[in-house]
């Protein structure tokens, strides 16, 4: 049982463990279930955010209200079509989160991950990594149940709801999660994890939730796009043995703080940010 | 401090794009259902704080008449539900409204039969797709539904708690929570218990000669 992330890392290294090993151990404590039904249930997860990161890469999908959509085939095309400048991965990860939004957005199935706003991240960030490196559909759901013990930290001690903590509460945790995962996939420590974890909230600490409209469409696309490249470049810091000066579970704490101290405003309420821009008002107008 | 599951991050498995507008939208839809029991031909929405300014944008409209149709959370026809319920033959309305105190997400559904009777189901979407059911015909409860929910009605007299609870453990239901409220000379019972309450269980608790409404909602969805 962890609480924290010292504590996970303690029982990590006195057991000799990996963090997807300690999570999943915690979850067959918690429910009594056994290995194989909750390893079922994580590929279920699995195989969803397989199908929401591909669908919208080679269709356009448009979101219920009309404000989003197409923009993961875009991206899909401009790689095809163009010598792009951040090479081939950022891009297609890129698309792979943009899909999922616009899937999101246009009421198709997804899984919250944390959750639906955030829901391109972590699936663009496993499958975009088990691809370069040829990795199984059982290390991905490895992968899962890495970044799930990293949410579940954050969910104890802090929030991932953007109405309670703004966007760094939902794309920023998303981040944390997938970079963990990924620096797991690829051989790193569980301090690694951590650290690739801490560095993603790092990046975008303060970030404020201004949904357009209050749909979960714009800037939440983007923001899954960027969210994505965070973790990815996140985890190759963390792997190339660059340390956060400051511990994860503090880093948890000060997102929490500043989440506390932003106005409600900025907070899911479309009261604040680019949902009040002249232009945010005038599509409301045009959607609502 | 609560305790998190790893499903409680990674997952709902849902249709979007709101965990607390659409998901949870569905949830209170499928609940609500569920305590009606019976046939509806019409169902009226009244659309409460941000489900009554954001339900078109996040298909809140969408999501509730899905889970009035029985539709999970995570079912990919709730796009259509509208058309389905048309095709039924449902008659389907929305009211944006105040409903009061309610929480922001909050929606009273009123259900009306062939013979043109009416019950009414207020819930409110929580967030993370859960739910509250805070108001059932007019009689204030508070349950989640995310444990097998008893919900009875009886004219309140001497023992009733105790024959209730004598049926479920000799049936091996362990109870998690019970509340109890009266007005005037009707008690009403919200009990949940940490399995399902199956057919046979109600039938012998309905046999109770004292009460006269009883309904069980079990858990849908929820892993």
Known sequence: ?288 | MKEYGVFDVLGPIMIGPSSSHTAGAARLGKIAKQIVGEDFVKATFLLHGSFAKTYKGHGTDKALVAGILGMDPSDERIKYSLEIAEKKGIVIQFHETDLGYEHPNSVKIIFENKEGDTFYIIGSSIGGGSILITDIDGTKVEFTGNLPTLILKYDDRKGSVSRISTILSSNSINIATMKVSREGKTATMVLEADSKINETVLKEISNIEHIFYIKAVNPIDKR
């Open chain 1, 1 to 288: 049982m962890f609480n924290n992330g010292e504590e996970l890392l303690t029982i990590c290294n006195k057991k000799n463990k990996k963090i997807y090993e300690v999570v999943l151990q915690k979850e067959m404590d918690q429910t009594g279930k056994p290995i194989e039904e909750i390893r079922n249930l994580m590929k279920e997860n699995l195989n969803v955010m397989i199908e929401s990161s591909t669908h919208a890469l080679d269709k356009n999908i448009i979101s219920v209200s009309g404000l989003i959509g197409g923009q993961a085939n875009k991206v899909k095309k401009y790689i095809e079509n163009n010598k792009t400048l951040c090479g081939d991965l950022i891009n297609i990860a890129m698309a792979r989160a943009l899909s999922t939004s616009e899937v999101n957005a246009s009421m198709g199935k997804i899984v919250a991950a944390p959750t639906a706003g955030a829901s391109g991240i972590l699936p663009s960030a496993i499958i975009t990594t088990a691809e370069k490196f040829d990795l199984s559909k059982e290390e991905m759901i490895n992968s899962l149940f890495t970044a799930a013990g990293i949410g579940e930290i954050v969910a104890k001690n802090a929030t991932i709801s953007g109405a309670y903590g703004g966007c760094q509460a939902e794309c920023g945790v998303a981040a944390a999660m997938a970079a963990a995962a990924i620096v797991e996939m690829l051989g790193g420590s569980p301090e690694a994890c951590l650290h690739a974890a801490s560095i993603s909230i790092v990046n975008i600490l303060g970030l404020v939730c201004d949904p357009i409209a209050g749909l979960v469409e714009f800037p939440c696309a983007f923001r899954n796009a960027s969210g994505v490249v965070n973790a990815l470049t996140s985890a190759d810091l963390a792997l190339a043995g660059i340390e956060s000066l400051i511990p994860f579970d503090e880093v948890v704490e000060a997102m929490y703080k500043v989440g506390k101290s932003l106005p409600d405003s900025l907070k899911e309420t479309a009261l604040g940010g680019l949902a009040v821009t002249q232009t945010g008002k005038d599509l409301k107008n045009k959607v609502l």
